[in-house]
């Protein structure tokens, strides 16, 4: 059972929790051009990769790389995204069940953005991922320009620890700095709070085209001519950070 070396427990941990939320905060992953971001709560597990568009991207659990075994999540051409790998030089078989949805995906400028969820306990096939703080040892390759699965190259993998630390919840006092936009769903004015972080924002549709770079004026964009249907908002703050957030256009 790969449950061996996945997120391996016990007395890794610093600290052991039963509620609440964990975060890993947004970790580089060496040359390759990615980020990983792994979020907890007590069901579930949110996953959010950034990477070349043009990439396979792949994150797999434990400090052994592609041993047999191990657990990943694997963004590819293919429809499945959930994989046990077969040790090192051999391709990853998508597992029977999956588990991970995707929730979000989303290219601008060369890059994907990619949110996917599962259950902490995942399917049959996969290993329990706890929501605790401490470290999580990962392995990530990213493919050669090319989504499909194959060999990534010597200079397109690496390892990497996650950090997870104590997040404060939704509604509490860390809310009250975020940028936030309402109301949503909106029929075309959408209001902006700490409008003043804000440095840069853009509108994509659901297949990951660029729609509009709106101007922002008294706190709030004019969507108003944009049809009905999802979209996404590409906030950059003025230090520099992305996040990209759903509006539901009536």
């Known amino acids: 059972m790969k449950r061996k070396l996945l997120f391996i427990l016990g007395s890794v941990f610093t600290g052991i ?4 939320q964990f975060t890993s905060g947004t970790v580089s992953l060496g040359a390759t051009g990615m980020t990983v971001k792994m979020d ?3 069901t579930t597990v949110t996953l959010t990769l950034t990477g070349p568009s043009n ?5 797999g659990g434990g ?3 592609m041993a047999e075994g191990a657990d990943g999540f694997i963004y590819n051409s293919s429809a499945s995204r959930d994989y ?5 030089g051999v391709t990853p078989s998508a597992d029977a069940s999956q588990d991970w949805t995707v929730t979000s995906n989303v290219v601008a400028a060369g890059t994907r953005t990619v949110v996917a969820t599962r259950s902490l306990n995942g399917g049959a096939e996969d290993t329990p991922i706890p929501n605790a703080a401490g470290p999580l040892d990962i392995f990530y390759a990213k493919g050669d320009n090319t989504l499909t699965l194959s060999y990534h ?7 990497a620890t996650l950090n997870m630390t104590a997040a404060l919840a939704t509604g509490e006092e860390s809310l009250a700095g975020r940028i936030q936009f309402y109301p949503n769903p909106s029929t075309g004015m959408v209001y902006f709070k700490n409008s003043g972080k804000i440095k840069n924002l853009s509108v994509f549709d659901s297949t990951g085209r660029l729609m509009k770079t709106p101007e922002l004026k008294n706190d709030a964009i004019d969507l108003t001519r944009l ?3 999802i979209y996404y908002i590409e906030t950059e703050s003025k230090d520099g950070t992305k996040t990209q957030e759903k509006l539901i256009k009536n």
């Open 17 to 20: 929790f039963i509620s609440g």
């Open 40 to 42: 907890t709560n007590p």
């Open 55 to 59: 990439s396979f991207m792949g994150i």
């Open 63 to 65: 400090d052994l790389g």
């Open 84 to 88: 046990t790998f077969n040790g090192v």
């Open 153 to 159: 190259g010597a200079g397109n993998r690496g390892y």
């Open 227 to 229: 049809k009905a249907g």
